[in-house]
């Protein structure tokens, strides 16, 4: 199916790691992305990796990708309340025009 | 600058109104891009404009009018709406809507509309 998942909920402490993941199913996606979306806002493009790439670190993010298994993750290092936010992946897959994206995960970071 | 520009930010309209969403963007990009996205819901591609021509039209109701007047605008004409279109509209650009790294899209802030 088309379908990119993502968990719908993560919960984590101030100045923990956060990893949310996303599981996607075409494998001929050519770019997988990040996005952040605040309360009431639009999508703020966070990263993104290249299909033939395993790992990309920036600044507090890290971004892996396990191509066989179809699965991204971002984790993001000493996560801050201003890290709450909507968390979209998306695939750029090679037939389409279209970004395919994940439902989205909520995370909420507490003191 | 990676910015995307919107107006109006907010929009409240009864059935018969007609009225238009803008979006700008003058990072040289070719595509541009409108979404429509529910509560809790990720963004859902409506329309693709690469060249200033209409590439993607994802069978989006008659009442949804999109128009590129040159390679930096881009409109969303509405009229005779329905409460179910109530949403937030974003509005992205591409440097190209090819592959090859070209397609990685850049959101606005996005209009929040309500249909009354």
């Known amino acids: 199916g088309e379908d990119v998942e993502q968990s719908l909920f993560l919960s984590v402490r101030e100045g923990d790691s956060s990893v949310i993941n996303c599981t996607y199913t075409?494998?001929?996606?050519?770019?997988l992305y990040w996005y952040k979306q605040e309360p009431g806002a639009g999508l703020q493009l966070l990263t993104y990796i290249f299909s033939n790439m395993d790992m990309k670190q920036d600044q507090r993010l890290t971004v892996l990708l396990n191509k066989k298994d179809k699965h991204l993750s971002l984790r993001i290092a000493d996560t801050q309340t201003g890290d709450s936010a909507i968390y979209f992946c998306?695939?750029?897959?090679?037939?389409?025009?279209?970004?395919?994206f994940g439902t989205g995960t909520r995370l909420q970071v507490f003191p | 600058d990676t910015e995307v520009t919107q107006t109006p930010k907010h929009l409240v309209m009864g059935m018969t109104n007609k009225k238009s969403l803008k979006c700008e963007q003058h990072?040289?990009?070719?595509?541009m891009y409108w979404y429509k996205q529910k509560a809790k819901k990720p963004p859902e591609l409506m329309f693709v404009y690469s060249y200033e021509k209409l590439s993607i039209n994802e069978s989006v109701p008659s009442r949804f009018s999109p128009e590129c007047p040159n390679s930096s605008l881009l409109n969303l004409h509405l009229h005779a709406l329905q409460p179910e279109d109530s949403a937030l509209y974003l509005c992205a650009s591409s440097q190209d809507s090819e592959r090859g790294g070209l397609e990685t899209q850049y959101f606005g802030p996005g209009t929040r509309l309500l249909v009354l």
């Open positions: 998306a695939e750029s897959r090679i037939a389409t025009d279209k970004l395919i």
């Open positions: 990072m040289g990009h070719r595509a």
């Open positions: 075409d494998s001929s996606s050519t770019y």
